[in-house]
């Protein structure tokens, strides 16, 4: 994309209006969405909204608030559904993140069905939560892990997929998006990989790929997929893990308590239908209905338009910053990558620029991106990390540029 794009193609795709954050701080440039995304004041009102209209305990009461409190519960489940293509609600279980998603895929149905002998296939792309259950699992259980490597531009080896995966490999767990440079994984290619190798469990961190692309589980043909609330427009502390009804029916709980039983005797206790079996305890409902609120605000805008949006913003910043000296950008080419921007620049540390960037209005994350074992092979401790949403428009991108050049300055002088 040329660098001189008329603004008027790069307005934000949802006004800063909506978000009130952002609407009562004009001369901030929040590019940090990656790590967590601004809310909406459709999600703050229905989070209010629940609570002042339906707040009591779903399930458990005999009274006309319990039972509106149940129905918005379902409804929210219904409608996440729908947002990622899962026809069957049952099977999308509430959990506080892709963290905690991951960790009970690894608990519940590794810990069954992962034994000495066997391999568990992870790639060296992932988040530290898509990383370490399975190393964990394996180290416990006696398997041996294998870990995928990148290609030159940060993307999983398919080659490589190819020839690790065999009739030994029990579960292979994958990121869709990068977060650390937004790589995303062509998910229908590794389906057909393993498929034609093995009868493993494919297991999808979805975390930055349901904020930003079109995502439907079904379609996908893989075995669990995960995501978060909190960075696709909805509350902290809420996501789903998306599951096969075979594969959770077969699983035992993740965890133990209220509403996840059938009958509790003496000695012994039965289980919850789907997706109780594994929702433990008081339901999150507010968070549920927030994070409805906020896939049903993403759909008004579209998620072709919302992958669009962020292509035209991440090809201009690509162009502009290609223009400084001394900047090193991480993972495929824009085409290939979701709204993430991730950089280094010459004899400045990550942490340093952030700190600089920070005291011209400019949000950006630096680190690791809890994604060590990336950081590596990259050989780097940490990247920069710009990152754009639904919100961001042509001059966050100058904003970042001009903070950037200040940095460069700054360090010039002081060398």
Same mark, same amino acid.
């Given at each position: 994309?040329?660098? +001189?794009?008329?603004?008027?193609?790069?307005?934000?795709?949802?006004?800063?209006?909506?978000?009130?954050?952002?609407?009562?701080?004009?001369?901030?440039?929040?590019?940090?969405?990656?790590?967590?995304?601004?809310?909406?004041?459709?999600?703050?009102?229905?989070?209010?909204?629940?609570?002042?209209?339906?707040?009591?305990?779903?399930?458990?009461?005999?009274?006309?608030?319990?039972?509106?409190?149940?129905?918005?519960?379902?409804?929210?489940?219904?409608?996440?559904?729908?947002?990622?293509?899962?026809?069957?609600?049952?099977?999308?279980?509430?959990?506080?993140?892709?963290?905690?998603? &991951?960790?009970?895929?690894?608990?519940?149905?590794?810990?069954?069905?992962?034994?000495?002998?066997?391999?568990?296939?992870?790639?060296?792309?992932?988040?530290?939560?898509?990383?370490?259950?399975?190393?964990?699992?394996?180290?416990?259980?006696?398997?041996?892990?294998?870990?995928?490597?990148?290609?030159?531009?940060?993307?999983?080896?398919?080659?490589?997929?190819?020839? !690790?995966?065999?009739?030994?490999?029990?579960?292979?767990?994958?990121?869709?998006?990068?977060?650390?440079?937004?790589?995303?994984?062509?998910?229908?290619? !590794?389906?057909?990989?393993?498929?034609?190798?093995?009868?493993?469990?494919?297991?999808?961190?979805?975390?930055?790929? !349901?904020?930003?692309?079109?995502?439907?589980?079904?379609?996908?043909?893989?075995?669990?997929?995960?995501?978060?609330?909190?960075?696709?427009?909805?509350?902290?502390?809420?996501?789903?893990?998306?599951g096969r009804r075979a594969l959770l029916e077969a699983m035992p709980p993740y965890q133990y308590?209220?509403? &996840?039983?059938?009958w509790v005797r003496d000695t012994d206790s039965t289980w919850n239908v789907l997706p109780h079996?594994?929702?433990?305890?008081?339901?999150?409902?507010?968070?549920?209905?927030?994070?409805?609120?906020?896939?049903?605000?993403?759909?008004?805008?579209?998620?072709?338009?919302?992958?669009?949006?962020?292509?035209?913003?991440?090809?201009?910043?690509?162009?502009?910053?290609?223009?400084?000296?001394?900047?090193?950008?991480?993972?495929?080419?824009?085409?290939?990558?979701?709204?993430?921007?991730?950089?280094? &620049?010459?004899?400045?540390?990550? +942490?340093?620029?952030?700190?600089?960037?920070?005291?011209?209005?400019?949000?950006?994350?630096?680190?690791?991106?809890?994604?060590?074992?990336? &950081?590596?092979?990259?050989?780097?401790?940490?990247?920069?990390?710009?990152?754009?949403?639904?919100?961001?428009?042509?001059?966050? !991108?100058?904003?970042?540029?001009?903070?950037?050049?200040?940095?460069?300055?700054?360090?010039?002088?002081?060398?």
């Open positions: 994309m040329d660098s +001189h794009t008329p603004s008027s193609m790069l307005s934000p795709l949802a006004p800063r209006a909506d978000f009130p954050l952002l609407a009562a701080n004009p001369g901030l440039h929040y590019l940090d969405s990656a790590a967590t995304s601004q809310k909406p004041t459709a999600v703050l009102d229905a989070l209010r909204g629940f609570y002042e209209t339906a707040n009591a305990n779903p399930h458990r009461g005999a009274y006309a608030l319990s039972a509106k409190a149940t129905d918005v519960y379902h409804e929210a489940r219904a409608t996440i559904a729908r947002f990622v293509g899962v026809s069957d609600s049952d099977c999308l279980i509430f959990t506080r993140g892709t963290t905690e998603a &991951m960790n009970l895929v690894a608990s519940s149905w590794g810990r069954a069905n992962v034994h000495a002998g066997d391999e568990v296939v992870i790639t060296a792309l992932e988040h530290h939560a898509n990383f370490v259950p399975w190393q964990q699992l394996a180290l416990a259980s006696g398997a041996t892990l294998r870990v995928v490597e990148v290609t030159a531009n940060q993307s999983v080896d398919l080659d490589q997929l190819r020839s !690790v995966v065999n009739h030994r490999t029990k579960v292979v767990a994958v990121t869709h998006v990068s977060n650390a440079v937004g790589a995303i994984t062509p998910i229908e290619e !590794v389906v057909r990989i393993v498929r034609s190798r093995s009868s493993a469990v494919i297991v999808v961190d979805g975390a930055q790929a !349901v904020p930003h692309l079109p995502v439907n589980f079904d379609a996908l043909d893989v075995d669990f997929y995960a995501f978060s609330g909190h960075k696709l427009l909805g509350p902290m502390g809420s996501g789903c893990l998306l308590g209220g509403d &996840m039983i059938e079996k594994f929702e433990a305890g008081t339901p999150n409902a507010a968070d549920a209905v927030g994070l409805a609120a906020a896939v049903t605000y993403l759909t008004r805008l579209g998620m072709v338009n919302v992958r669009r949006h962020e292509l035209e913003l991440l090809a201009l910043a690509e162009s502009k910053l290609a223009a400084l000296p001394g900047i090193t950008v991480y993972g495929p080419p824009v085409a290939q990558r979701s709204g993430v921007l991730s950089f280094s &620049m010459t004899d400045v540390h990550p +942490h340093d620029l952030a700190t600089i960037l920070d005291q011209h209005g400019v949000c950006i994350r630096a680190g690791h991106h809890c994604a060590q074992p990336l &950081m590596r092979r990259l050989g780097v401790s940490a990247t920069a990390r710009a990152s754009f949403y639904v919100y961001s428009d042509e001059s966050d !991108v100058d904003a970042l540029v001009g903070a950037l050049q200040a940095a460069q300055s700054l360090f010039s002088a002081a060398s």
